[in-house]
């Protein structure tokens, strides 16, 4: 550990507050979860509540390491929030603007196939199933007014 305390800490394109343990420092980074900050955390024999502020530059490189290629790790593919991506068939785990893109390609390629999933994005109304008898009625989807 460093006796220098940084008051942000850079990671991965995302400033992380100083200040927050690293397990939960971690988590301010989009598409980390705490179960996975937590692995990261123990692959790396890191102190869970340590402030991610006095941590070493070298283990700043390795955390990002890990980020970009959790499977180098042996971090399980069920942790991992992009299982048998579509174009490539891989298992990968993807942060940030990437995850933003990505979904938005998603949803953008099923309401071009016009699949059920996608017709109900398109009109705003529930996806997986939910009842649409008492809810659903404030959102923008379009409907019958009543007079």
Not at 83 to 110: K, P
Request: glycine share 6%.
């Amino acid at each position: 550990m460093e006796d220098e305390f940084k008051h942000l800490v850079r990671i991965s394109r995302k400033d992380v507050d100083g200040n927050k343990t690293i397990e939960h420092a971690l988590t301010d980074i989009k598409g980390i979860g705490l179960s996975l900050s937590k692995t990261m955390c123990r692959i790396l024999d890191l102190d869970l509540n340590s402030k991610i502020g006095y941590i070493a530059d070298e283990d700043v490189a390795k955390i990002e390491d890990i980020i970009e290629n959790p499977q180098k790790f042996d971090i399980p593919s069920w942790m991992l929030n992009r299982r048998e991506d579509y174009e490539t068939g891989e298992d990968i785990h993807l942060i940030e603007s990437d995850l933003d893109m990505t979904l938005r390609d998603d949803l953008n390629r099923m309401k071009k196939t016009r699949s059920y999933k996608g017709r109900r994005h398109e009109v705003g109304l529930p996806v997986r199933g939910q009842r649409t008898k008492s809810t659903f009625r404030k959102s923008a989807s379009v409907g019958v007014r009543r007079s």
